[in-house]
């Protein structure tokens, strides 16, 4: 019986060792959030010229998001613009439409650091 209990201690140090150790690693790993990238299927059809909206006055503390183009699996649909909360040391990359390979892919309009 005393042996069992005496293997039964050593496991359980080398369990927490190995919990120690995971946790210990784990603080070292930096998580690097990854850039934009195409969000949705691609589409073959190209999305039509941007609309022509009069951008509204500036206001303190936000910053106009433009509207863009969005294929809703049948078709492309405006979505219009609207003030966001400004992000002190980012500026806002709008959303756009990329030709890969000949076929349109969308990124989404997302806050990039500055400089």
Do not use: K
Not at 48 to 61: D, K, S, T, Y
Not at 78 to 86: D, K, L, M
Not at 91 to 97: L, Q, T, Y
């Amino acid at each position: 019986m005393r042996l069992s209990l005496a293997r039964s201690g050593i496991a359980w140090r080398h369990a927490l060792l190995g919990v120690v150790l995971i946790v210990a690693l784990s603080a070292c790993y930096v998580y690097e959030r990854p850039g934009p990238g195409y969000y949705g299927p691609a589409v073959a059809v190209a999305p039509p010229a941007p609309q022509v909206v009069v951008e509204p006055a500036p206001r303190a503390g936000y910053v106009w998001v433009s509207g863009y183009w969005v294929w809703n699996g049948n078709r492309y649909v405006w979505t219009g613009g609207r003030w966001v909360a400004e992000r002190p040391g980012y500026h806002w990359a709008p959303a756009h439409w990329v030709d890969v390979d000949g076929a349109w892919r969308f990124v989404r309009g997302h806050w990039e650091p500055n400089g």
